[in-house]
């Protein structure tokens, strides 16, 4: 049996999202989930953003995050897979949920802004990966 990649990529674009997507997104219409480590989070992660570390989302996904909420997940970036792995737990949980592709990492080179202990700082865009304007 041989994949049909049309119909490989539908279904990719139907669980992932890029970090401008998000970043537009109406307010509200997503719950942002940073599952990452502790140390990693209080590094920096998306203003608004929940925290709960991959391992965690089986038991505090309930309390946290409404059911039938547009989970969004995101990890450090393009080499490390820690978001599949949330996102995998939170789809058996039973959430709509996507990947932010790029992680936080993306998120910072298009200049978005980043909340840390000291408050919200935004680094000017990467022209390598933004079109945006600095």
Same mark, same amino acid.
């Given at each position: #049996?041989? /994949?049909?990649?049309? %119909? ?11 970090? #401008?997507?998000?970043?537009?997104? $109406? ?32 038991? /505090?996904? %309930? $309390? ?22 949330? %996102? ?23 200049? /978005? ?22």
């Amino acid at each position: #049996m041989s /994949l049909d990649p049309a %119909a490989y990529f539908r279904a990719k674009l139907q669980c992932e999202i890029d970090v #401008m997507e998000v970043a537009e997104s $109406e307010p509200g219409a997503l719950v942002v989930v940073d599952t990452r480590r502790r140390s990693s989070w209080d590094h920096g992660h998306i203003p608004g953003a929940v925290h709960i570390p991959t391992a965690q989302i089986p038991e /505090l996904t %309930a $309390e946290l995050i409404p059911a039938g909420s547009q989970v969004v997940v995101y990890s450090w970036g393009p080499g490390c897979n820690g978001s599949t792995f949330a %996102a995998l737990a939170f789809a058996e949980l039973g959430y709509a949920v996507k990947e932010m592709i790029g992680g936080i990492e993306y998120w910072i080179r298009n200049g /978005l802004p980043v909340e840390k202990a000291a408050g919200v700082v935004q680094s000017k865009p990467d022209a390598l990966v933004t079109a945006h304007p600095a």
